[in-house]
């Protein structure tokens, strides 16, 4: 299940970048940190220690290197006119015989409000359905209706809640994941 390095419609630009330099780790960062607040609830890499080293290892590792051995597909979300970063979409698990990948996703706090992550997943999943994929998951805690409302304009079906099966340290707190859920064959 091959995925290509940059996919856009007529609103936004996927890329994985080919390489991590510090000027691109400096453009990201700049937005974490804008957005940390918001993103510390939910994200367990956010925190106050998150470094321009953390960025670079980011680039590399997640986005570069996953790219290359084919286990996960970091994007940055652009936008297509102004090139401006949005944030990142990313399927951050692969389940190769079930041909299934789970999405995740964070965006920028100017950038929000927008309509760009509901995009962002709609071409995510639309090229990951074209090359190969047969189901698509987004899971967010259940607190999060800023994450569950991405998923509803997208489209997706609320599969279950797992109950109580994960810690959030920020809250410190057992919490509920929400399964949500889409196949090729609803979308074909």
């Given at each position: 299940?091959?995925?290509?390095?940059?996919?856009?419609?007529?609103?936004?630009?996927?890329?994985i970048?080919?390489?991590?330099?510090?000027?691109?780790?400096?453009?990201?960062?700049?937005?974490?940190?804008?957005?940390?607040?918001?993103?510390?609830?939910?994200?367990?890499?956010?925190?106050?220690?998150?470094?321009?080293?953390?960025?670079?290892?980011?680039?590399?590792?997640?986005?570069?290197?996953?790219?290359?051995?084919?286990?996960?597909?970091?994007?940055?979300?652009?936008?297509?006119?102004?090139?401006?970063?949005?944030?990142?979409?990313?399927?951050?698990?692969?389940?190769?015989?079930?041909?299934?990948?789970?999405?995740?996703?964070?965006?920028?706090?100017?950038?929000?409000?927008?309509?760009?992550?509901?995009?962002a997943?709609?071409?995510?999943?639309k090229?990951?359905?074209?090359?190969?994929?047969?189901?698509?998951?987004?899971?967010?805690?259940?607190e999060?209706?800023?994450?569950?409302?991405?998923?509803?304009?997208?489209?997706?079906?609320?599969d279950?809640?797992?109950?109580?099966?994960?810690?959030?340290?920020?809250?410190?707190?057992?919490?509920?994941?929400?399964?949500?859920?889409?196949?090729?064959?609803?979308?074909?």
């Open positions: 299940m091959d995925m290509p390095q940059i996919m856009e419609n007529d609103d936004i630009i996927l890329e970048p080919t390489s991590a330099n510090e000027e691109l780790a400096r453009e990201i960062y700049a937005e974490v940190t804008d957005t940390i607040e918001l993103l510390k609830p939910w994200l367990p890499w956010a925190k106050d220690t998150y470094s321009l080293k953390d960025e670079m290892k980011f680039l590399k590792g997640q986005c570069i290197e996953r790219f290359k051995d084919k286990s996960g597909y970091a994007y940055l979300i652009r936008d297509k006119k102004t090139r401006q970063f949005c944030g990142v979409i990313d399927i951050v698990r692969i389940e190769e015989d079930a041909k299934a990948g789970e999405i995740g996703y964070w965006l920028a706090k100017k950038m929000q409000g927008r309509g760009y992550m509901t995009k997943v709609l071409l995510l999943e090229t990951a359905f074209e090359n190969g994929f047969n189901r698509m998951e987004i899971r967010n805690e259940s999060n209706p800023n994450s569950a409302n991405v998923a509803k304009r997208a489209g997706y079906h609320l279950g809640v797992l109950r109580k099966d994960r810690w959030n340290p920020y809250y410190k707190r057992f919490a509920d994941t929400n399964v949500w859920s889409k196949l090729r064959s609803d979308v074909e």
